[in-house]
Nanobody, 121 residues
Framework: QEQLVESGGGLVQAGGSLRLSCAAS????????MGWFRQAPGKQRELVAT???????DYADSVKGRFTISRDNAKNTVYLQMNSLKPEDTAVYYC???????????????WGQGTQVTVSS
C-alpha cells in the first residue's frame, strides 16, 4: 500500500528535543525529494525542511541551526531532528515525498497523516 507513516511527535518543554520519522511504503521505484511541512492553528501550512536525493538540505529560516533533516534511502525514511524547540514550533508536522511507484511513469506528491508537536513554555 502506498503511504507515508509518521512517528515521533509529542509534548516537550521549550529548549527540549524531538525526533520525527517518516517511512514510505509500497513498491517504490525511486524517491526524489522528501521533506517536512508544518501547520499551526489558524495558519497556512509552511515548509520546514526538504532534502533531495544526492542534494543538500534546505531549511526554513525559522528553524536553521536548530533542526536537521536526514534520509535513510535504504529504508525510504526521512527524519527531522528538532533541537532547542520553541513554543512557536507548536504545529502538526506533515511528511511529504515525491515518489515514483512501480507501474507508474511519473512521480507523485504524497503526504503523511500528520503528527502533533507541542512545545510548552
Amino acid at each position: 500500500q502506498e503511504q507515508l507513516v509518521e512517528s515521533g511527535g509529542g509534548l516537550v518543554q521549550a529548549g527540549g528535543s524531538l525526533r520525527l520519522s517518516c517511512a514510505a511504503s509500497g513498491s517504490i521505484v525511486s524517491i526524489n525529494r522528501m521533506g517536512w511541512f508544518r501547520q499551526a492553528p489558524g495558519k497556512q501550512r509552511e515548509l520546514v525542511a526538504t532534502i533531495r536525493t544526492g542534494g543538500s538540505p534546505d531549511y526554513a529560516d525559522s528553524v536553521k541551526g536548530r533542526f536537521t533533516i536526514s534520509r535513510d534511502n535504504a529504508k525510504n525514511t526521512v527524519y527531522l531532528q528538532m533541537n532547542s524547540l520553541k513554543p512557536e514550533d507548536t504545529a502538526v508536522y506533515y511528511c511529504n515525498a515525491d515518489i515514483i511507484y512501480s507501474g507508474s511513469r511519473y512521480s507523485y506528491d504524497y503526504w503523511g497523516q500528520g503528527t502533533q508537536v507541542t512545545v510548552s513554555s
